[in-house]
């Protein structure tokens, strides 16, 4: 089983829909958690950090459940510019920061 | 601006030769990271460092070589042993404890053997 996983997609969706990834990881003792976004043949740049609490901007919205091992990200209102690979992030320290294949999202007019 | 450079963004090599890609940070970090991505896999590390003068193989270490002279900088050697060194490589640094905080990325650099 890999230590991140995420469904690839793609998730094509239209321009003012709301969508949502989940991301699942199996190491327990994973401490901070992220989801980045990568545009094509960029790197990836930090969206948002990921906590228990929830955390929102703007039209994001990040999840941590810590039970089930998931964290999720919701995007409210999509825009054309939404569209990019959200790569989930797991961090146990140094070496130990997995990244999930990413989910490419594409938002239609 | 604070950031990470790396340096060149593009590189081609012929088979049989060693190349080294640049990586230069001014965000006073400790730890720092390459990264190698392949299409449809996610990023997988290569080596990382902690400290100046200190570094760790990470998943798949075979083919490359790295140094920590200085805080600033962390060059990749992609040696020739390397068997499919083709892909899109990419340099960050972190901070925080432990180096769980957030890792800053530089904007890669594309390699590709002809």
């Known amino acids: 089983r890999k230590e991140v996983e995420q469904d690839p997609g793609p998730f094509n969706v239209p321009e003012g829909a709301t969508v949502a990834f989940n991301c699942t990881y199996s190491?327990?003792?994973?401490?901070?958690f992220f989801w980045y976004r990568q545009d094509c043949r960029k790197e990836p740049k930090l969206l948002m950090s990921?906590?228990?609490s929830g955390n929102e901007d703007g039209r994001f919205t990040a999840q941590l459940n810590r039970a089930s091992q998931y964290i999720s990200l919701l995007i409210r209102d999509s825009k054309l510019s939404d569209s990019a690979t959200y790569l989930c992030?797991?961090?146990?320290?140094?070496?130990?920061?997995?990244f999930g294949i990413g989910t490419k999202l594409q938002v239609i007019p | 601006d604070g950031g990470i450079t790396q340096s060149p963004k593009y590189l081609f090599r012929k088979e049989g030769q060693n190349v080294t890609l640049s990586c230069e940070q001014n965000?006073?970090?400790?730890?720092m990271y390459w990264y190698r991505q392949d299409p449809g896999q996610g990023l997988r590390l290569i080596y990382y460092?902690?400290?100046?003068?200190?570094?760790q193989k990470g998943d798949i270490a075979e083919g490359y070589s790295v140094s920590r002279e200085k805080k600033e900088s962390f060059p990749l050697t992609v040696t020739s042993a390397q068997k499919n060194p083709t892909a899109f490589y990419l340099c960050?640094?972190?901070?925080?404890?432990?180096?769980?905080?957030?890792?800053?990325f530089g904007e890669g650099s594309r390699l590709t053997v002809l």
């Open positions: 960050a640094s972190s901070t925080g404890q432990g180096a769980l905080g957030e890792l800053f």
């Open positions: 190491n327990s003792a994973s401490q901070s």
């Open positions: 990921v906590y228990s």
């Open positions: 992030v797991v961090n146990r320290g140094y070496q130990k920061v997995t």
């Open positions: 965000l006073n970090h400790d730890a």
């Open positions: 460092s902690q400290i100046v003068n200190d570094f």
